[in-house]
């Protein structure tokens, strides 16, 4: 019966590798663009499906064995929650890199199928880096290679009731297994994306090379005088697999929401793995404010006093009003207007000097602002 069960958990691992694959290669990034070293923090929320093929389950050589039909015993296909933190940061040259984190917990007790429930944790560490061309008139096409490593844990039981193991001797048993994996991908994706008003939609494709495995044993313990039945095996991903990339993203002066899905386009199981995703984006861009290019320019000029200074966080409606963005570093640089007085004319009665502010700094052709 172990070489039985060594059948069964080769046929696991190897399903279970391809599912957790799909599940690595993951790299979905908002399309929209950052300014350099600007931070922007997003959380989502979704499913994902892993599919196993129930077609390709081993035949059992133990007769007693195949009557209790241990495939159906096993589940066609896991759900499972997934939750992903993300960070990106903005580079020079219409760049960002970002930090990806995901954590997935399966609950104990989650059923597998009727006879079967398990429990376990899956774990996600990713990189990416992106370069953005065109845009504007133009759809925006974004160019990303990402790394992410996907490692974890599952744990199942099951029983086996009046098994026949020989003429005229039944036993009952209680059988577990465990999975364990450390699987990693390599990928690019490329993604256009065009905004109408504060919606925008977005699609793409993506191409992973895959690598790692998948670990995994089964015991039954006889409640009976027998020795125990164990059968182990591993699992590898196949290297090479393909996915699509669509969504929508809604932007506006609060959280900019954003929903998501891919699909496995090449490979094994194709259009049967997918992952649905929502989430929301944080509704301002930390660091590399303007606020402290003028705290140095002050500095630089001599300047003192402790004006008010305006807050670090700048919402993505006021980043995108660049004219505005330009005359608030102006006056941040330069400091207010300056006030000039008027006196009064030779013969004329003397008055309390006419006070009178500059309008508000004006630009040449070239967009470059001054004072008066």
């Not at 499972?80 to 903005?90: A, C, D, K, S, W």
């Not at 096409?141 to 005229?168: I, K, P, W, Y």
């Not at 669509?246 to 259009?271: D, L, R």
């Not at 700048?314 to 570093?329: L, T, V």
């Amino acid at each position: 019966m172990s070489d039985d069960y060594a059948q069964i958990m080769t046929w696991i691992t190897r399903q279970t590798a391809e599912g957790l694959a799909f599940n690595a290669g993951s790299t979905f990034d908002p399309p929209n663009e950052m300014r350099p070293w600007r931070v922007q923090p997003d959380l989502s929320f979704g499913i994902g499906m892993l599919p196993y093929d129930k077609k390709s389950f081993p035949e059992m050589k133990v007769r007693a064995l195949a009557e209790k039909n241990p495939g159906a015993m096993l589940p066609d296909k896991v759900i499972f929650p997934n939750l992903t933190m993300h960070m990106r940061m903005g580079l020079p040259s219409r760049m960002d890199m970002g930090l990806r984190l995901v954590n997935v917990t399966i609950p104990k007790g989650y059923k597998l199928s009727e006879s079967t429930q398990g429990g376990g944790q899956i774990n996600t560490v990713g990189l990416s880096v992106r370069k953005h061309f065109f845009g504007g008139s133009l759809p925006l096409l974004s160019v990303s290679g990402a790394f992410n490593r996907v490692f974890g844990r599952f744990d199942f039981h099951n029983e086996f009731s009046n098994m026949e193991l020989a003429q005229g001797f039944t036993a009952d048993s209680l059988n577990t297994g465990h999975l364990q994996w450390d699987v990693r991908s390599y990928g690019v994706n490329a993604m256009l994306s065009q905004t109408y008003g504060h919606w925008t939609p977005f699609g793409g494709v993506g191409l992973n090379h895959m690598t790692g495995s998948v670990y995994g044993w089964m015991r039954s313990d006889w409640k009976t005088a027998i020795t125990p039945s164990y059968g182990e095996a591993s699992g590898k991903p196949e290297p090479f697999q393909s996915r699509l990339l669509f969504g929508v993203q809604h932007e506006g002066s609060f959280p900019s929401y954003f929903f998501n899905g891919e699909v496995k386009a090449y490979g094994t199981q194709s259009y049967k793995s997918f992952i649905l995703m929502v989430g929301v984006a944080a509704p301002f861009r930390i660091g590399a404010d303007s606020t402290l290019l003028s705290k140095r320019h002050s500095h630089a000029h001599g300047e003192q006093g402790d004006a008010e200074e305006e807050p670090a966080l700048r919402s993505d409606a006021e980043d995108r009003d660049s004219d505005s963005f330009r005359r608030r570093r102006t006056r941040e640089s330069f400091g207010p207007a300056p006030v000039r007085t008027q006196r009064a004319a030779p013969g004329k009665s003397r008055t309390r000097p006419q006070t009178v502010l500059d309008e508000e700094p004006r630009a040449d052709e070239s967009g470059f602002y001054f004072m008066r």
